[in-house]
Nanobody, 125 residues
Framework: QVQLVESGGGSVQAGGSLTLSCTVSGFNIATYFSGWFRQTPGKEREGVAHIYREDRTRYADSVNGRFTISKDNVKNTLYLQMNSLGIEDTGVYYC???????????????????WGQGTQVTVSS
């Protein structure tokens, strides 16, 4: 049974840090590309960070230099280290994984077939 379970969300003051984890079961994360998305009310789900099978990474401009995506293939777990958090980073964060994409990269949500249930991140001033 495929399952992705996020943890590590919570409330933090602006400038603080959080680390999200996504524990995967039912498939081997090493053979998939994966990523983190976030969603705020009234907005579409946006890709925040992506990691390819071979560990290449790519970030949205809004988080580049502040967030780091990584994965542990042995633990079958995906991570998102978030530093220098701002109010604009508030939202529900989802981990996701996919197997095939076309175009220049797996950045759009449409390429992801497996999703977690989401974890809330709230940044206050």
């Amino acid at each position: 049974q495929v399952q992705l379970v996020e943890s590590g969300g919570g409330s933090v003051q602006a400038g603080g840090s959080l680390t999200l984890s996504c524990t995967v079961s039912g498939f081997n994360i090493a053979t998939y590309f994966s990523g983190w998305f976030r969603q705020t009310p009234g907005k579409e789900r946006e890709g925040v960070a992506h990691i390819y099978r071979e560990d290449r990474t790519r970030y949205a401009d809004s988080v580049n230099g502040r967030f780091t995506i990584s994965k542990d293939n042995v633990k079958n777990t995906l991570y998102l280290q978030m530093n220098s958090l701002g109010i604009e980073d508030t939202g529900v964060y989802y981990c996701a994984a996919g197997y095939r994409y076309s175009g220049d990269g797996p950045f759009a949500a449409q390429w992801y077939t497996h999703w977690g249930q989401g974890t809330q991140v709230t940044v206050s001033s």
